[in-house]
């Protein structure tokens, strides 16, 4: 993987590695190693840019990057970048390493703008965990490997389940013969309209149009990269319509 310099608005990436490792730059000064059961945060606030390249010993590279949109009060905060390696909490027959929030007893520190919960959970051939989770939270588990299912819901690799709001219980059963590796994802619903376009997060058509517009400007708000040998990204033409802002369903 090899991803020049580019721009982000408005959110947090959360990026969490399963295998492989990645040379991370950005433009608050930052030089670090995305590494396995290692949380690497970044907020890129009103902006940020940075570059994202696998090292030369990764043969293969998995895992995830999730982001999370940030509230009106603080999207224009500046930009930051929290690392944090989660020790492993053994709950009824799970592995957990929590890098968000709380779960199973555990608990992350790392601070973020809205509640939140995530957590990566191993569970051996025939294990079974109900966790005690927060009814005001969605909730999500990605499996990343293995069969098992969620609140009775069987899964396979790939899958994402979703459980709502009400729920004071999230039950993971892997009754297959094979490890299993997931993901719990959780957080209250956000419930503010957003705009979502290339890289940046805004709340209507004109904020993609001047994020944009600076971007290509080479304008402060973003920074620039120090260390990555090559240009950056340009950014891709708008589409030939207003973006309209979405609500969660």
Do not use: K
């Amino acid at each position: 993987m090899d991803v020049p310099p580019h721009p982000h608005t408005g959110l947090q990436t959360v990026s969490w590695l399963f295998s492989g490792e990645v040379e991370h730059r950005d433009s608050a000064g930052v030089h670090a190693m995305v590494r396995p059961g290692e949380l690497n945060l970044m907020t890129a606030g009103a902006g940020i840019c940075h570059s994202e390249v696998s090292t030369p010993a990764t043969t293969v590279l998995h895992g995830v990057q999730l982001w999370v949109a940030l509230p009106g009060a603080h999207r224009d905060t500046a930009r930051d970048f929290t690392h944090y390696a989660p020790s492993v909490h053994v709950y009824d027959g799970a592995r957990v390493r929590v890098f968000l929030g709380d779960l199973a007893g555990a608990h992350s520190p790392v601070p973020s703008f809205t509640p939140l919960l995530g957590a990566q959970v191993d569970l051996s051939p025939g294990a079974s965990v109900a966790f005690d989770v927060a009814p005001n939270f969605e909730h999500g588990v990605l499996v990343d490997m293995g069969q098992l299912s969620a609140g009775g819901t069987p899964l396979d690799n790939g899958d994402l389940w979703y459980q709502s709001l009400g729920h004071h219980e999230l039950v993971l059963v892997n009754s297959d013969a094979g490890p299993a590796r997931v993901l719990v994802l959780g957080g209250p619903p956000f419930d503010e309209a957003l705009v979502m376009w290339w890289n940046f997060v805004g709340r209507s058509h004109d904020d993609i149009i001047e994020y944009r517009r600076l971007w290509e400007a080479n304008d402060d708000r973003f920074g620039s990269v120090v260390g990555y040998p090559g240009p950056r990204l340009s950014a891709p033409a708008l589409p030939n319509a207003a973006l309209r802002a979405r609500r969660n369903p």
